[in-house]
Structures are given as C-alpha cells and as structure tokens.
C-alpha cells in the first residue's frame, strides 16, 4: 500500500523560530511536492522536487525552502516562522514520467505559529 | 496559465440527494483531470480522473466526464450517502517533461445529513 508520511499531525511554534516539516514516502517516486492549503484558497503549491538534491519553486516560495537529501525524504524549512505561515501544510509525491500524473498525499501537518 | 474554478460551497445535501459540484478549467496544453477527496483529518486521495476528451471517470458511485468543447469535469453521485460528507477538490494537470504539477480549485465543502 502506498505511503506518505509526515513527522507531525499539529504543531505550535513562536514567531521568529526556525521549522522543519518532514515527508517521507516509500514508494520510490521521483517527484516529490509541498503543498499549504487555506479556506478558499484551496491547495497552493510551494515547492516540489523532481530528484535528489534538485528543487523548484512552485507559486509560493517566499518565507520557505526545502531540503531532498535523500530519494524518500522531502523537507520543508520556515527559516523564520511568522503568524501569516499558520496553516495546513500537505506533502506528495509522484512518479516521473508522461502520464505518470496522480500525486499520494500525506495527512498533513497543521502548523499554528504565535 | 492554468485555472481551475469550483463551485463555492459549502453544500448540504440530504441522504439519497442527487449531487452536482461544479468544475471548469482553463489550460495551455492538452490536460489531465482529476477529482481529489478530503475526507475529516486526513489527506486527499485521488477519487477519479479522465485523459482525454469524453473520457468518464468514475469511482464509489461518483463520475465525471471530460468535456473539451465546454471545459468542464462536473462531479456527479446519483445517491449520496453520510460518509461522503468530504471536501472535494478538482484538479488538472499538463505535461512538462514528465514534471506533473497539479492545479487545483478551490475545493468544496460537502455535508450529507442524515
């Protein structure tokens, strides 16, 4: 069974800290996404990852970066938490390929930043 | 660029209720489509998807059909149930080298009562 996991169900962190949001997947895929979803604003992407070490920003990047060392392991960094970063943060990942379109979901990590 | 646009909810239905929740989009390219859901707590999980115009996909009584000349991918149940109370997402996806990013609508917020 397919499996995507994140290292937080909720978090609380204060203003000015540094986060990291982890995602690991286990299924071997090449593409991996950072997702912060909102009320009406649906899913927004932040940043995905096509292979190690490789990154691209997606429509938000401001305020985060990422870290892929590893194939399986996806991290989300707030360098800098601030109260407007407060909200649902949803990681993915997909095979690479033509056709290979269907992205896995982890549960999410709901961040709340005081 | 690409959009998706979905019918605002939130939507409350009555059990065995006949269910229509709007979806139309706009891409540069060829798209796939996609109907995500987000059931309480948990992540999304892909509910159906079609690839190519007239294709219908369907899944736990839910279908959708793609229709190219309307750009629309209207999610459709003839008989809901309590346990499809869920936010549904709809979503496309055009090909990039094999880099498949989502783009997602708002989402839409449904309840079933019993």
């Known amino acids: 069974d397919v499996k995507v996991t994140q290292s937080s169900r909720y978090l609380v962190k204060r203003t000015g800290e540094k986060v990291f949001l982890e995602c690991v997947q286990d299924?071997?895929?090449?593409?991996m996404f950072w997702y912060r979803q909102d009320p009406g604003l649906g899913l927004r992407l932040i940043y995905f990852?096509?292979?190690?070490?490789?990154?691209e920003k997606g429509d938000i990047p401001e305020g985060y970066s990422v870290s892929r060392e590893k194939k399986e392991r996806f991290s989300l960094i707030l360098e800098s938490a601030s109260t407007n970063q407060t909200s649902m943060y949803l990681c993915?990942?997909?095979?690479?390929?033509?056709?290979?379109?269907?992205?896995?979901f982890g549960p999410g990590t709901r961040l709340t930043v005081t | 660029g690409n959009s998706v646009t979905q019918m605002e909810g939130p939507v409350t239905l009555s059990e065995e209720a006949f269910l229509t929740i709007n979806c139309t989009y706009t891409?540069?390219?060829?798209?796939?489509l996609f109907w995500y859901v987000q059931y309480p707590g948990e992540g999304l999980q892909l509910l159906l998807k079609?690839?190519?115009?007239?294709d219908k996909g369907s899944n736990k009584g839910f279908e959708a059909t793609y229709r190219k000349e309307t750009t629309s991918f209207h999610l459709e149940k003839g008989s809901v149930q309590v346990s499809d109370s869920a936010v549904y997402f709809c979503?496309?996806?055009?090909?990039?080298?094999?880099?498949?990013?989502?783009?997602f609508g708002t989402g839409t917020r449904l309840t079933i009562i019993p």
């Open positions: 993915a990942s997909s095979l690479y390929g033509q056709g290979k379109r269907e992205q896995y």
């Open positions: 979503a496309l996806s055009v090909s990039n080298f094999g880099n498949e990013k989502l783009t």
């Open positions: 990852s096509y292979d190690v070490k490789m990154k």
């Open positions: 079609a690839t190519k115009a007239d």
């Open positions: 299924m071997d895929h090449e593409n």
């Open positions: 891409a540069t390219g060829y798209p796939s």
